[in-house]
């Protein structure tokens, strides 16, 4: 007879761990000792359990296993950024990076295996294979970057963005479990402050986020206030119109009371005329946000060039004159490829 695969521990609940050693005759609060070396401790191997005695251990290895992820290479950058190709337990590789700065330590996290999405000028729309990631996996991620910022910068993990591989509102259910975990009283304990979700909008998803109350916080890719051009460089956005994304900001907005990130890139002759501005300027004045102006890391695409300074200073002033907040998020890690939109597996 075949032998079935074993059952991933973390796809359970804390509920059903106390179930199963029930089940075996045990007491039901081993269940709970559990769920701790999971969730809390981060435990790779049922012999991490120290406080379980072996048999307890072996009978958890005859039903389950610990479908971990591993760290199969590290590069660090000259400027600290660490970037991590991930393996999963099915072998495929997603990767997140560790960013440092003077005060605080980032970790950018993937979603997806490759992206459900086609925006023209990212890297990870590239890749062939798809597949979300399960709650484990994007757990796993923080926790080894949490390790990591121990290791090489002596202070712990501060904050998490979504802005690795793959699109987190295409992968919501999973997304969701998983900052349960890291921010859950029962898990890492995080702040969900210190957290961001950056999607490319898909505004039935946003008021979902808004319905369910979460504690996070909310970016948005716009690149684009026009809709023919967002079309052009993010085709999907053929289904989500700009003033249907921009009343789901709004809704957001009304539920949650938190400000939004809109996440800018400017390129060459794509948006960076005097009509690309002032469609900003009317979209951002119709929702509390402030504007990130992230420069673009080429990927061997020639259509994409990053706009020179001028025009980059010409969206700040446009912006600051309409008092619309502005920031320009400088690029970090891309002598490794590591910076945003580069991820694509390369190793
Ligand atoms: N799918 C999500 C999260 C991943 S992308 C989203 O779209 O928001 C994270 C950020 O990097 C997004 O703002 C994305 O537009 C941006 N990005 C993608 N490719 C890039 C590139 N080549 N250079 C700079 N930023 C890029």
Redesign the pocket.
Same mark, same amino acid.
């Given at each position: 007879m075949p032998i079935s695969p074993k059952k991933d521990i973390r796809s359970i609940d804390q509920q059903a761990l106390r179930a199963f050693f029930v089940e075996n005759g045990e007491k039901p609060f081993r269940g709970d000792q559990v769920f701790e070396w999971l969730w809390q401790k981060g435990a790779h191997h049922f012999d991490d359990m120290t406080n379980l005695s072996l048999s307890l251990r072996q009978l958890l290895d005859q039903h389950f296993s610990i479908n971990h992820i591993a760290i199969n290479r590290m590069q660090r950058s000259k400027d600290g950024t660490i970037k991590n190709a991930v393996t999963l337990h099915d072998d495929l590789i997603v990767e997140s990076v560790l960013i440092p700065t003077p005060k605080r330590t980032t970790a950018c996290v993937s %979603?997806q295996v490759g992206?459900s999405?086609n &925006?023209e000028? &990212?890297?990870?729309a590239k890749l062939k294979r798809m597949r979300n990631l399960n709650p484990d996996e994007i757990f796993d991620q923080v926790v080894a970057i949490d390790q990591q910022s121990q290791e090489y910068y002596g202070r712990k993990l501060s904050n998490i963005v979504? +802005?690795? +591989?793959?699109?987190?509102l295409m992968n919501y259910k999973n997304v969701i479990a998983a900052i349960d975990k890291i921010t859950g009283e029962k898990g890492l304990q995080m702040s969900p402050r210190r957290i961001t979700l %950056?999607?490319?909008g898909i505004p039935k998803m946003i008021r979902k986020m808004a319905d369910d109350e979460v504690k996070f916080n909310l970016?948005? %890719?716009l690149?684009s206030a026009i809709q023919e051009v967002r079309e052009s460089i993010m085709p999907f956005c053929g289904n989500f119109p700009l003033d249907e994304l921009l009343e789901s900001l709004q809704y957001w907005y009304e539920k949650t009371g938190r400000m939004i990130t809109l996440?800018y890139?400017i390129w060459k002759g794509i948006n960076d005329r005097e009509v690309d501005r002032q469609a900003l300027v009317n979209f951002a004045k119709q929702i509390p946000c402030k504007v990130n102006i #992230?420069?673009?890391? *080429? #990927?061997d695409e020639e259509y994409?060039v990053q706009a020179g300074w001028a025009a980059v200073k010409a969206y700040i002033d446009v912006l600051e004159k309409n008092r619309i907040s502005v920031t320009v998020r400088r690029?970090r890690g891309d002598d490794i490829d590591a *910076? &945003?939109?580069?991820l694509a597996n390369k190793s």
């Amino acid at each position: 007879m075949p032998i079935s695969p074993k059952k991933d521990i973390r796809s359970i609940d804390q509920q059903a761990l106390r179930a199963f050693f029930v089940e075996n005759g045990e007491k039901p609060f081993r269940g709970d000792q559990v769920f701790e070396w999971l969730w809390q401790k981060g435990a790779h191997h049922f012999d991490d359990m120290t406080n379980l005695s072996l048999s307890l251990r072996q009978l958890l290895d005859q039903h389950f296993s610990i479908n971990h992820i591993a760290i199969n290479r590290m590069q660090r950058s000259k400027d600290g950024t660490i970037k991590n190709a991930v393996t999963l337990h099915d072998d495929l590789i997603v990767e997140s990076v560790l960013i440092p700065t003077p005060k605080r330590t980032t970790a950018c996290v993937s %979603s997806q295996v490759g992206c459900s999405l086609n &925006c023209e000028f &990212c890297a990870t729309a590239k890749l062939k294979r798809m597949r979300n990631l399960n709650p484990d996996e994007i757990f796993d991620q923080v926790v080894a970057i949490d390790q990591q910022s121990q290791e090489y910068y002596g202070r712990k993990l501060s904050n998490i963005v979504f +802005m690795g +591989m793959g699109e987190p509102l295409m992968n919501y259910k999973n997304v969701i479990a998983a900052i349960d975990k890291i921010t859950g009283e029962k898990g890492l304990q995080m702040s969900p402050r210190r957290i961001t979700l %950056s999607t490319s909008g898909i505004p039935k998803m946003i008021r979902k986020m808004a319905d369910d109350e979460v504690k996070f916080n909310l970016a948005l %890719s716009l690149h684009s206030a026009i809709q023919e051009v967002r079309e052009s460089i993010m085709p999907f956005c053929g289904n989500f119109p700009l003033d249907e994304l921009l009343e789901s900001l709004q809704y957001w907005y009304e539920k949650t009371g938190r400000m939004i990130t809109l996440e800018y890139l400017i390129w060459k002759g794509i948006n960076d005329r005097e009509v690309d501005r002032q469609a900003l300027v009317n979209f951002a004045k119709q929702i509390p946000c402030k504007v990130n102006i #992230i420069t673009y890391n *080429a #990927i061997d695409e020639e259509y994409f060039v990053q706009a020179g300074w001028a025009a980059v200073k010409a969206y700040i002033d446009v912006l600051e004159k309409n008092r619309i907040s502005v920031t320009v998020r400088r690029s970090r890690g891309d002598d490794i490829d590591a *910076a &945003c939109g580069q991820l694509a597996n390369k190793s």
